[in-house]
């Protein structure tokens, strides 16, 4: 069923539009840089799922997030350094036959994240 991710900006209360994210395979200490893109309007890949149904495997991926960058475009007042910069989730896909949704709900001081549906 795929992989996806949507970010919400929970300091602003809405999606975080133009964040950079990258999506990389891993394995064991080596990542390979997949794809990189900037969250659409509704803080979406604009060009849909990362992984269509059949193109999703088994394995360990990483997504990263830059939080700094996008409140700093945002005109927030970050300090130097940030106390989040890069926010960086390594997860597992066990059934790739199965949907993977990876939110991330953040501000300049927190984040979290699940798996959605």
Not at 24 to 38: D, I
């Given at each position: 069923?795929?992989?996806?991710?949507?970010?919400?900006?929970?300091?602003?209360?809405?999606?975080?539009?133009?964040?950079?994210?990258?999506l990389?395979?891993?394995?064991?200490?080596?990542?390979?840089?997949?794809?990189?893109?900037?969250l659409?309007?509704?803080?979406?890949?604009?060009?849909?799922?990362?992984?269509r149904?059949?193109?999703?495997?088994?394995?360990?991926?990483?997504?990263?997030?830059?939080?700094?960058?996008?409140?700093?475009?945002?005109?927030?007042?970050?300090?130097?350094?940030?106390?989040?910069?890069?926010?960086?989730?390594?997860?597992?896909?066990a059934r790739?036959?199965?949907?993977?949704?990876?939110?991330?709900?953040?501000?300049?001081?927190?984040?979290?994240?699940?798996?959605?549906?």
């Open positions: 069923m795929g992989l996806s991710t949507h970010v919400l900006d929970t300091m602003h209360g809405t999606p975080a539009a133009g964040m950079t994210v990258a990389y395979t891993t394995q064991g200490g080596a990542a390979t840089l997949v794809r990189r893109f900037q659409n309007k509704d803080g979406r890949n604009p060009d849909g799922p990362l992984y149904d059949a193109e999703l495997r088994e394995g360990t991926y990483r997504l990263v997030f830059d939080v700094a960058g996008y409140f700093r475009g945002r005109g927030v007042d970050l300090p130097e350094p940030p106390f989040l910069d890069q926010v960086t989730l390594d997860f597992g896909v790739p036959q199965e949907h993977y949704h990876v939110p991330l709900l953040v501000s300049p001081w927190s984040y979290s994240t699940y798996r959605g549906s």
